[in-house]
């Protein structure tokens, strides 16, 4: 996460992607990865959300406003008593992955490879500092359609309705 301020707001600039990993050249296992279960308490009308994340015993609480390719973002730590007593909450609102982190030029691309319901699901992050290097972003061929401003891959989404029919 990359938190950039606007008017004391913190934001993330981050477009999204499908990929098809049979076209990404080596091994992801190669990579740094994380496995990630995060869950949302509250998802709002406007696609604002409240969720809870262990990425690899590392707890933490994310509001996120409203957005496509910009979006507000406050996140906060939180011991894993916390991050255990909120978790049963997010019971049917969950997302379970594993996220490898790809170097590609001066960009991380976070690849993010999911489990369980949705599993099959491969997609990719990449942050920005500015709208304009977002805009300007030449992806590699392995990553495929932009889905940033797409709803259905939201991950509040994926977590509560599944894989969309593409």
Not at 9 to 15: A, D, K, L, M, V
Request: proline residues 4%.
């Amino acid at each position: 996460m990359t938190n950039h301020e606007t008017d004391n707001q913190p934001q993330e600039i981050e477009r999204k992607f499908l990929v098809d990993i049979k076209l990404l050249e080596g091994n992801p296992d190669d990579y740094e990865h994380a496995t990630i279960r995060q869950g949302y308490l509250a998802i709002g009308e406007d696609g604002s959300e409240a969720r809870v994340r262990d990425k690899a015993g590392k707890y933490s609480l994310t509001v996120k406003t409203k957005g496509d390719l910009v979006r507000g973002e406050w996140e906060t730590k939180l011991t894993k008593d916390q991050f255990e007593t909120l978790w049963p909450a997010t019971e049917g609102k969950r997302v379970e992955k594993t996220r490898f982190k790809i170097p590609y030029g001066e960009y991380v691309v976070e690849l993010d490879v999911y489990e369980g319901d949705l599993e099959g699901l491969v997609s990719a992050e990449i942050e920005f500092e500015d709208v304009h290097a977002a805009e300007q972003f030449e992806a590699p061929m392995w990553l495929g359609k932009d889905v940033t401003k797409e709803s259905a891959f939201k991950y509040q989404n994926l977590a509560c309705k599944g894989v969309p029919n593409e």
